[in-house]
């Protein structure tokens, strides 16, 4: 059976909503062993997310982190590697936006601000560029070394947050508070340039920096020269040879995007949100990204949607968390592990019943 | 001189206790990867048998059936990654990183919802977990210098699942290597269809190594929280099943080496927790975050062929398809 043979609106939407279905289901179950009630529980998490301008403003924070990580998984994706390293390219942006914001705390924001943002992309590329060079180079798999690099890059941070970069005089490990020049406007502030009020929330310019992103890595992936080399590579590294691309350079040069992407992840939280660099402050939206680009197919239009969902879940599972104590905020984790299993591991378990499912109904028709 | 040695002693006393959870999991993911299905899932799979292990015995106030509790928890994680990646020929990375996220999820919703301690099992009485036994003589060995002492203090005076896991190195070589189960499960491995053509069930034996994998990381678990530990901890692991994969690439995917990886990285970690603090003549502090992240750069290093070369077994991540070529 063939892909070819199905309409888009089955491969592109049927199928992955199934999955995602599915996924919920399994999470249900979970929340039903709990001895909470599922609908319950989903009517609060969606209330809690979509309910208010303030907790839209929260989900729509996540969300911005989460089309970031997804969209690094996903450009590593189109050239035929998974980057687990999200985490520890996205701590290492973290890392390069608070060494450009610390150092250079006289700049006008009109120039620090872009500096800044340059400094997490440029930190997320660096920690991703060991890893590529060893793939592409010495054939080392990205897989493991992406994982290794996520714990050195945390130990890393751990060390320079009591150590060098800790804020003198403070016990927590965290560096000084940046200037206002280093911190993005919050909507709440650029709504109101417009005289729209809007509930403060931690949402703030990343997210539109997020869907440039987006429409960047689109354009990037399905209109430019580069793009289709990374896909061709993606596709067939032999074949790739022979139409004279190197597979090493593509690699390398996908996996480096890959990594400024995460590490951009950094703007919304760091620059964003907290306006100094804290410890783990990446909470698992590396792990985050790899389920929304594999239920968003490596689209991005679809990840921005799947990170939507996710946006809903974490700012619904606060939400939920508070409201019912049993279930913790954990179960947005839950979940989340569900939808890596279901549209990622086992995706053809569905697609393929489905397809079968679709081409008896046809060939009946015809 | 008797200063420098009881500070061995007590060095090598807690590095094999850390290295236990290690080699569990380590010679896991030995039996998983030689029979072709990567396993990036130790770290998920320890854990849900660590919390298995803590929950029951917490109900029921006994550690063998804490064990077994454990061990049938990661079985079902290990039949889940096995049914992705074998039956189903889904991806095996995927499939290891759905378990591990999973798997603190789960933990942690049901630890709490459960035990309403806030992730955590209720603190263990002794007669819930595995105490430490003295061995026979050690008591009158210990009187003997170097040798009694080394007996008393490092052979004698841990848990059962300790001696366990240093069993099953011997035991995991001998499977490996001497049995013709052992010849299969390398050989589907590296050439499954040559298996296959032999007539043998390719999909039987990785199913086969894939429980194998579930059973020892269950032990693995259950070690953590009803041995080292009185209940269980959230995210107990904190990382050791990515240290055992770490020490499986460094052990190059053989059972003896796995155990001197094992050890290795179990005496980096007790280093690591001594030397807090301490000041080197020469060198100065040593940050702790600096050994912690040595098994980690070591594999790198390893894995970048700089100092020897890790070959992973040849179908490691490949799906098996009958009718391909």
């Known amino acids: 059976m063939n892909d070819r043979d199905l309409p888009l609106w089955l491969t592109a939407v049927a199928i992955p909503l ?78 390069g936006a608070a060494l450009v914001a610390l150092s250079l705390p006289q700049l006008p924001a009109l120039v620090l601000l872009p500096l800044c943002v340059i400094g997490a992309a440029l930190g997320g590329t660096a920690w991703a560029f060991i890893p590529a060079w060893l793939q592409a180079r010495r054939g080392s798999h990205i897989v493991i070394t992406t994982i290794m690099f996520n714990f050195i890059a945390g130990a890393l941070l751990v060390y320079l947050l009591v150590g060098p970069l800790k804020m003198a005089g403070s016990m927590a490990p965290e560096t000084a508070k940046f200037t206002d020049a280093a911190i993005l406007p919050s909507i709440a502030t650029m709504t109101g340039w417009f005289g729209w009020t809007v509930a403060r929330s ?45 597979p090493a350079r593509v690699t390398m040069i996908a996996l480096m995007l890959s990594g400024g992407l995460a590490g951009l992840m950094a703007t919304n939280e760091i620059l964003g949100a907290q306006g100094r660099l804290i410890n783990e402050f990446v ?28 946006g809903v879940l974490t700012q619904g599972g606060a939400e939920l968390a508070f409201e019912k104590p049993r279930i913790t905020r954990e179960m947005i984790v839950v979940i989340q592990g569900f939808v890596i299993l279901f549209a990622g591991a086992l995706e053809s378990l569905f697609a393929e019943r489905l397809a079968a499912l679709y081409q008896r109904f046809t060939v009946q028709e015809a | 001189m008797i200063e420098a040695w009881t500070i061995l002693l007590v060095a090598c006393d807690s590095a094999i206790r850390l290295s236990v959870p290690l080699i569990f999991a380590c010679l896991a993911g030995l039996y998983s990867e030689r029979a072709g299905v990567v396993d ?150 590296e050439n499954p269809a040559a298996v296959d053509t032999a007539g043998v069930s390719v999909a039987r034996l990785r199913y086969q190594a894939v429980i194998v994998a579930g059973i020892l990381c269950g032990m693995g678990g259950a070690y953590l929280a009803i041995a080292q530990s009185a209940g269980f901890i959230n995210d107990m692991t904190a990382g050791k099943g990515f240290i055992a994969l770490a020490a499986l690439i460094f052990a190059k995917w ?16 007790a280093t690591a927790l001594r030397i807090q603090g301490a000041s080197f003549p020469g060198i100065g502090q040593v940050p702790v975050q600096a050994i912690q992240a040595l098994p980690y750069i070591f594999t790198v290093v390893l894995l970048a062929g700089f100092i020897g070369r890790a070959t992973p077994p040849k179908a490691s991540g490949i799906p098996y398809v009958k009718d391909r070529t």
């Open chain 1, 202 to 246: 931690p949402l703030n310019l990343s997210l539109l920096i997020a869907l440039a992103a987006a429409a960047a890595v689109w354009v990037l992936i399905w209109h430019t020269r580069l793009g289709y080399r990374i896909r061709t590579v993606g596709a067939n590294p032999d074949a790739a040879v022979y139409a004279g691309i190197s």
């Open chain 2, 40 to 189: 990036i899932g130790l770290e998920g799979k320890l854990l849900v048998g660590a919390f298995a292990a803590g929950a029951t015995a917490a109900v029921i106030p006994n550690p063998w059936i804490g064990l077994a509790a454990a061990i049938g928890t990661s079985v079902v994680f290990a039949l889940i990654h096995g049914f992705a990646s074998i039956s189903q020929r889904g991806n095996q990375i995927v499939s290891g990183v759905a378990l591990n996220v999973l798997a603190s999820g789960l933990t942690a919703v049901l630890g709490n919802a459960w035990f309403d301690q806030g992730g955590r099992t209720p603190q263990l009485p002794a007669s819930a977990r595995f105490n430490e036994i003295t061995l026979p003589l050690a008591e009158t060995a210990a009187g003997v210098p170097v040798i009694g002492t080394f007996y008393a203090d490092i052979i004698s005076g841990h848990s059962v699942p300790v001696y366990l896991a240093f069993i099953l190195v011997p035991i995991t070589a001998f499977a490996l290597y001497q049995t013709r189960w052992g010849l299969r499960l390398r050989a589907v491995g």
């Open chain 2, 254 to 269: 053989r059972p003896w080496a796995a155990l001197g990886a094992c050890l290795l990285f179990g005496l980096m970690d």
């Open chain 1, 18 to 95: 199934v999955n995602v279905a599915v996924a919920f289901l399994a999470a249900g179950l979970v929340v039903t062993l709990i001895g909470e009630s599922p609908f319950e529980a989903l009517a609060i998490m969606l209330r809690g997310a979509l309910g208010s301008d303030y907790g839209l403003g929260y989900t729509l924070f996540y969300t911005t982190s989460y089309i970031f990580t997804g969209l690094a998984v996903a450009v590593a994706f189109h050239a035929g590697h998974f980057n687990i390293g999200g985490e520890g390219q996205a701590l290492m942006g973290g890392l």
């Open chain 1, 283 to 310: 909470a698992g939206a590396g792990f985050v990204g790899i389920a929304a680009a594999l239920m968003g197919r490596a689209h991005p239009f679809g990840i921005v949607l799947a990170s939507l969902l996710f």
